[in-house]
């Protein structure tokens, strides 16, 4: 019995001293699991600070983004062009400027695969230039005329069918062509009061075969509100068959040492070569030091 009893005694106090090392050991173990339970809970707090800084970041940045793209709306928000007095003087005193000012102007269109590739460069250049666009092109590609004017491009008027014979049967047909056209070009960018307030006669003024009904026809326009205007520069991009030389050359000796010069090109389907020159027309515009305008500078 007393060997169980020291036995026992002996256990015991092996248990006790193991006891104590368990609790020992466990009291370092909880320890060292509340040190790292610590170490962990710090590190989420961090992480979660840069979460929220980063999310905060980008909501500085979305609001910054959303700040420019308004600005830039505001920038190329599409306007009415209003005539007034000073607008008709302006039209009337176009080719007289102490600067060195270039509008670029392109008729005939729009088609498919021209006018987007001449949207794109001007994009590039940050130019806005005008378009005179034909009626009976406007009712087929409504969603390129919206994105000339939503780009801030002037949508200016160059009759409906382009057809001589047609247009210039009487003065009055010059005007149902402009009002025919105006109305494509309302139902394109869908203002219905928008009016350009700017013809160009279909080639031009100039000429003698129609010279009877030009001349009735710039008055019945000029009743009506309706502005006209020629070029006196050019790229001669619709006359026989032009050629890359050709294209800067006739540039270079049209604008000559004008300061303001209206510049004709086309834009219809058939004017790849102009879309390909336009970098250069432009460039040598920019190195002659000229700046650009739109006809939104003109009637305002
Ligand atoms: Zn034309």
């Given at each position: ?160 069918s382009h057809a001589y014979d047609s247009v ?34 279909p ?98």
């Open positions: 019995m007393e060997k169980y009893y020291q036995y026992g005694e002996v256990s015991l106090t092996v248990v006790k001293r193991l006891n104590k090392k368990k609790v020992f050991l466990l009291l370092v173990i909880v320890l060292l699991l509340l040190l790292l339970l610590l170490l962990f809970v710090s590190n989420i707090n961090r992480k979660m600070a840069d979460i929220q800084e980063e999310s905060e970041l980008a909501e500085l940045e979305d609001t910054n983004e959303t700040l420019i793209t308004e600005e830039n709306i505001e920038e190329t928000i599409p306007k009415l062009p209003i005539l007034t007095q000073l607008g008709r003087e302006n039209m009337q005193n176009i080719y007289k400027s102490n600067e060195k000012i270039a509008y670029i102007t392109f008729d005939d269109g729009p088609s498919s695969n021209i006018t987007p590739q001449i949207l794109n460069i001007l994009d590039q250049y940050k130019i806005k230039a005008t378009f005179f666009v034909l009626g009976c092109n406007v009712v087929r590609y409504p969603n390129i005329v919206k994105q000339e004017y939503e780009s801030g491009h002037y949508i200016a008027n160059h009759g409906y210039y049967s009487s003065a009055q047909s010059v005007l149902d062509e402009y009002v025919r056209t105006q109305q494509s070009i309302r139902d394109a960018i869908g203002i219905q009061e928008y009016c350009c307030h700017l013809f160009r006669f080639g031009g003024t100039g000429g003698t075969k129609y010279r009877k009904v030009k001349n009735e026809a710039k008055q019945l326009l000029s009743d009506n509100d309706v502005l006209y205007i020629d070029w006196n520069a050019l790229t001669n991009d619709s006359v026989g068959k032009p050629t890359e030389e050709s294209i800067i050359n006739d540039l270079i000796s049209t604008v000559g040492t004008k300061n303001s010069v209206v510049i004709l090109m086309h834009d219809n389907a058939s004017k790849q070569l102009t879309a390909n020159m336009l970098p250069k027309v432009l460039d040598y515009l920019i190195e002659q030091g000229y700046s650009f305008k739109n006809f939104y500078d003109v009637i305002m």
